[in-house]
């Protein structure tokens, strides 16, 4: 099978999956809310490794409201709830379950067994960390600890958690929190993931927790 072929019967069945479970989707990529947690669940199949990769992201639902109220950008929170999902302006979460299959087979009946067996491990994981995360302190928690462990498997990656720090002193209102995280990431020459009207998040946070000040 194509992976265009393949891309679109993946596509079909993920739709199909996560209509059944009372989730949205858009492009292929089922999302759903669980209180002020969203997941997103992302399939990606390569046709000629025959394998396909799933992954499970989570992120506090409001830090997106407050990335775009600093990027300049709060009208965003008015946009379909999709745009939460595959934004180009929105947090990507923490991933918090990760799986690889090797060796698949690319028929229809195969392909949409194995989505079955993935959207039912991404149902229960979801349901376990809404149980545990209760409120924004839980979700900060939660993150560091995925952090660390990702950092011990793969001490070279290039990736951290101060924005959602940031977001994070904003949702507790913490402007002082904020404001310090800012500056050090300024100082340290850090561009963030994110950049609008030529200043960086960090730049751009530092003006907006200084506004009222």
Request: aromatic share 8%; with cysteine; hydrophobic share 45%.
């Amino acid at each position: 099978m194509k992976q265009l072929e393949l891309n679109r019967l993946l596509n079909a069945i993920l739709k199909k999956e996560a209509k059944s479970r009372g989730w949205k989707s858009i492009g292929g990529q089922p999302y759903w809310r669980e209180g002020d947690l969203f997941f997103t669940l992302l399939v990606v199949p390569v046709a000629r490794q025959r394998s396909l990769h799933s992954s499970l992201r989570i992120k506090w639902f409001s830090l997106d409201e407050h990335l775009w109220r600093v990027l300049g950008m709060s009208s965003n929170a008015s946009a379909p709830m999709s745009l939460h999902a595959n934004g180009a302006f929105t947090l990507s979460g923490q991933e918090v379950l990760a799986d690889t299959v090797q060796d698949c087979e690319w028929s229809a009946q195969w392909v949409e067994a194995s989505v079955r067996a993935i959207a039912s491990a991404a149902a229960d994981k979801s349901a376990q960390v809404s149980s545990t995360t209760a409120n924004i302190d839980d979700y900060l928690a939660l993150i560091e600890r995925e952090h660390t462990a990702l950092m011990a498997r793969y001490p070279k990656a290039v990736v951290n958690l101060w924005t959602e720090r940031l977001l994070v002193a904003l949702e507790k209102n913490d402007r002082r929190r904020a404001a310090d995280i800012a500056r050090e990431r300024v100082a340290a020459r850090d561009p963030g993931t994110f950049v609008a009207g030529g200043r960086t998040f960090y730049q751009r946070a530092l003006e907006y927790v200084e506004r009222d000040v």
